[in-house]
């Protein structure tokens, strides 16, 4: 894994792509950068819940208290608002992204409500709640059903974004797995509340999809506590650190790809989780820790519990996750007994 240096020497103009434009070829749309200052407002810290568990004091930060309700909001938003200052898109743009469900909804959101057009590529493992809100948000939502060679859907559908950008004029490509400025918007916001909000961090544990959060929050957490670990969670069957590909059926966390922002992530360790593992560890979050999460939250609490003999207590550990999302878009399946009893 690539290790940088610092985020300075990072290039924080995005990866390019179809749909992307140079910054000469277009001028900055003044009008628009100014109502994503304004929208920027809504982005507010998000709170923590401590969990009881021995040995560790354990904290989970609910990213599912951003305004769409999910952490993919820091990012959708910082991604607009940075292309929007380079000229990137105006407000005749069309925004196409291919996303599992939150990002779609941030950018559907966000996209609305300044007054630009958004086409989200979607799977059949969107939730249908997700699917339904998105309708009613779109004009336009295309959803591939083709599995790609890892068994997942991922390489479908930006095989889909590459075509809509090559035929919609003044397409732009968010890019939500080799923009950069996926990465900052972590490594300023989010990771930028954990520092002003704790002296001191002994482990954090990340799932991993895009790798947009794990590379700039492990990023900046390095360089605020450098003796902190920083391990990153994945579910079997995604390809992101070399595991054999195969079906996986709860969105929202791995991967048919290898990510090209995982290169700038700084990690000590991995842990893969089952999805069965991660079924009961929501859960439990929800019957022992009050706390309604979706399926990558679960997959994270799962890790935690896999790495606990592993974490050192010579002193009380502080041990930090992200809630990603609510459980809400989870009903029909991970909280359907029904559905999960199909689960390997």
Same mark, same amino acid.
């Given at each position: 894994m690539i290790i940088q240096d610092s985020l300075a020497s990072i290039p924080l103009f995005p990866t390019g792509g179809p749909g992307n434009v140079d910054l000469c070829e277009k001028q900055?749309? =003044?009008?628009?950068?100014?109502q994503l200052n304004v929208?920027?407002?809504?982005? &507010?810290?998000?709170?923590?819940?401590? @969990?009881?568990?021995?040995?560790?004091?354990?904290f989970a930060k609910l990213e599912y208290f951003n305004p769409v309700g999910s952490i993919k909001d820091r990012s959708a938003y910082w991604i607009l608002k940075r292309a929007a200052e380079r000229g990137q898109i105006?407000?005749?743009t069309t925004i196409i992204e291919?996303?599992?469900?939150?990002?779609a909804m941030a950018l559907a959101t966000f996209a609305r409500m300044i007054g630009l057009r958004f086409i989200p590529v979607v799977d059949?493992?969107?939730?249908?709640?997700?699917?339904? =809100?998105?309708?009613?948000?779109?004009?336009?939502?295309?959803?591939?059903?083709? &599995?790609?060679?890892?068994?997942?859907? @991922?390489?479908?559908r930006l095989e889909k974004v590459t075509q809509l950008?090559?035929?919609?004029?003044?397409?732009?490509?968010?890019?939500?797995?080799g923009n950069t400025d996926a990465m900052e918007a972590h490594y300023l916001l989010t990771a930028g509340e954990i520092c002003k909000d704790f002296d001191a961090v002994d482990y954090i544990f990340l799932g991993v999809s895009t790798a947009g959060t794990l590379a700039g929050v492990s990023r900046r957490l390095k360089e605020r506590y450098p003796n902190i670990r920083v391990i990153a969670v994945d579910a079997m069957g995604s390809v992101i650190f070399g595991g054999l590909p195969r079906k996986r059926n709860i969105p929202g966390l791995g991967s048919s790809i290898s990510p090209p922002l995982l290169q700038y992530a700084q990690v000590d360790d991995v842990v893969m989780v089952p999805e069965r593992e991660t079924v009961e560890a929501c859960q439990e979050l929800l019957n022992e820790q009050g706390l309604f999460v979706g399926g990558s939250t679960g997959t994270v609490f799962a890790a935690i519990k896999k790495y606990a003999s592993r974490i050192r207590r010579a002193t009380m550990p502080t041990v930090l996750f992200l809630c990603a999302d609510r459980g809400t878009a989870y009903i029909d399946t991970v909280f359907n007994t029904a559905w999960t009893s199909r689960l390997e």
């Open positions: 900055v749309d =003044s009008r628009l950068t100014a929208l920027g407002n809504l982005l &507010r810290p998000t709170p923590y819940a401590r @969990l009881r568990m021995k040995g560790m004091r354990v105006t407000e005749g291919s996303s599992s469900g939150n990002f059949p493992n969107i939730s249908g709640a997700y699917e339904s =809100s998105l309708r009613r948000i779109c004009e336009t939502v295309v959803k591939v059903e083709e &599995r790609d060679d890892a068994g997942g859907f @991922l390489k479908t950008c090559s035929a919609i004029p003044e397409s732009f490509w968010t890019n939500q797995y």
